[in-house]
């Protein structure tokens, strides 16, 4: 239509997908019963699903995939070229029986991994959203001020190791908090003690002296010396970041990290290299707690909780003996090969109710369910009855 204002054809979806007539949303958003704004949102994920990510949508419709994560993981890759996209579309539709969270934080990796470019623009744009802001106080209790900040993932972390350091150290020592926070009384909570730490910074020449204090050496000189931090960071990288190739990698709890960004939380701290373990080993005890080390290594294998479509990346799980342990039995029975990290509602559920799992190799679990139900899981995800993956 030639008239001004008329229909126009728009792009809605990413490079690659076809063009749409801009006023035919509203029709689309009154069947829908949904707002316009929604109606476009939905199309063009729509239309990259269909013509940028074409192996996803195909596990759409055969409903190995919820729809809400195959959205989210179109709008993520939507800035993408469409040979970028189709990159992140091999692999993530190879992993669709990963649980939504796992799929995600693959999906942003990949997404990174494709355009990394376009990923230090983002973060460079991010930074200049980064500050501190003090509140104004109308909305705050009596005597209380709210501050906000926004920092860089490196300087959040150690900031936050700072203030647990000096709130412990609060938490040990009665006459440091009577002489400088007489207001927190005689057990104040962990939150009271964080809040009382952060009020430090205000102090600088206190701060330093106290930590100072709590840097010095239990040696019998009692020489004073500048302890440098230390940090424990978990990071899994590909091969080809070892050979020198860009690549990214996996810091736990921070997700999916160019490589320059792990350099920046590991600027100022002291770093104890470690050796790499191999998993192709295993070992087994005659106990029935597990060594850290074979919890290491499950965790390592596994990445996480092995109950059928379980989302949990984190290493306070409990290990499970999927063959119960036998107080009389052989010896070896606690070991790589009887080992399911499970998170403790997991647990419970396997415990007390008619669960069977059976652990068939290193990375691979049978579960049957009280009423027939059998899962295969492994590193890969979760997959339904049929050959072990």
């Known amino acids: 239509m030639d008239m001004e204002g008329g229909e126009r054809l728009i792009s809605l979806g990413g490079e690659g997908t076809p063009l749409v007539s801009d006023l035919c949303l509203g029709e689309l958003s009154i069947a829908r019963?949904?707002?316009?704004?929604?109606?476009?949102?939905?199309?063009?994920?729509?239309?990259?699903?269909?013509?940028?990510?074409?192996?996803?949508?195909?596990?759409?419709?055969?409903?190995?995939?919820?729809?809400?994560?195959?959205?989210?993981?179109?709008?993520?890759?939507?800035?993408?070229?469409?040979?970028?996209?189709?990159?992140?579309?091999?692999?993530?539709?190879?992993?669709?029986?990963?649980?939504?969270?796992?799929?995600?934080?693959?999906?942003?990796?990949?997404?990174?991994?494709?355009?990394?470019?376009?990923?230090?623009?983002?973060?460079?744009?991010?930074?200049?959203?980064?500050?501190?802001?003090?509140?104004?106080?109308?909305?705050?209790?009596?005597?209380?001020?709210?501050?906000?900040?926004?920092?860089?993932?490196?300087?959040?972390?150690?900031?936050?190791?700072?203030?647990?350091?000096?709130?412990?150290?609060?938490?040990?020592?009665?006459?440091?908090?009577?002489?400088?926070?007489?207001?927190?009384?005689?057990?104040?909570?962990?939150?009271?003690?964080?809040?009382?730490?952060?009020?430090?910074?205000?102090?600088?020449?206190?701060?330093?002296?106290l930590l100072g204090v709590l840097d010095q050496p239990a040696s019998p000189s009692g020489a004073a010396s500048r302890k440098r931090r230390e940090a424990t960071l978990y990071v899994h990288l590909h091969q080809a970041a070892l050979d020198g190739t860009a690549a990214i990698a996996r810091a736990e709890g921070l997700g999916p990290l160019l490589l320059e960004q792990v350099t920046a939380l590991l600027g100022h701290a002291h770093i104890s290299l470690k050796p790499v373990i191999d998993l192709t080993h295993g070992r087994s005890v005659n106990a029935y707690e597990f060594p850290a080390d074979i919890r290491e290594r499950a965790h390592l294998r596994m990445l996480g909780d092995v109950f059928p479509y379980a989302t949990s990346h984190s290493r306070r799980l409990d290990a499970d003996h999927p063959t119960p342990f036998n107080p009389h039995g052989p010896p070896g029975q606690t070991g790589d090969h009887n080992l399911a990290p499970l998170g403790r509602r997991h647990h419970r559920i396997k415990t007390h109710l008619a669960y069977k799992v059976e652990q068939l190799g290193p990375t691979t679990y049978r579960w049957t369910t009280p009423h027939g139900l059998i899962r295969w899981v492994d590193p890969t995800g979760t997959h339904r009855a049929g050959p072990a993956p």
């Not at 419709?61 to 091999?90: C, F, G």
């Not at 997404?111 to 623009?121: L, Y």
């Open 33 to 209: 019963g949904v707002h316009l704004n929604a109606t476009r949102a939905a199309m063009a994920d729509a239309l990259d699903l269909r013509h940028r990510l074409p192996r996803l949508w195909h596990r759409l419709r055969a409903l190995e995939l919820e729809a809400w994560v195959a959205r989210k993981i179109a709008a993520m890759t939507r800035p993408l070229s469409r040979e970028a996209a189709t990159l992140v579309d091999a692999t993530v539709a190879a992993a669709v029986a990963q649980s939504p969270g796992r799929l995600l934080t693959l999906a942003e990796a990949v997404t990174i991994e494709a355009d990394q470019e376009r990923r230090r623009a983002d973060l460079a744009a991010a930074r200049a959203a980064t500050g501190v802001w003090l509140s104004s106080g109308r909305d705050d209790l009596p005597g209380l001020r709210t501050i906000y900040a926004r920092l860089e993932a490196a300087d959040a972390i150690w900031l936050d190791a700072t203030v647990q350091r000096v709130a412990d150290a609060l938490a040990a020592d009665p006459d440091l908090r009577t002489a400088h926070h007489p207001h927190l009384g005689q057990t104040p909570s962990p939150e009271e003690l964080r809040a009382a730490a952060l009020g430090w910074l205000s102090r600088p020449e206190d701060l330093a002296a």
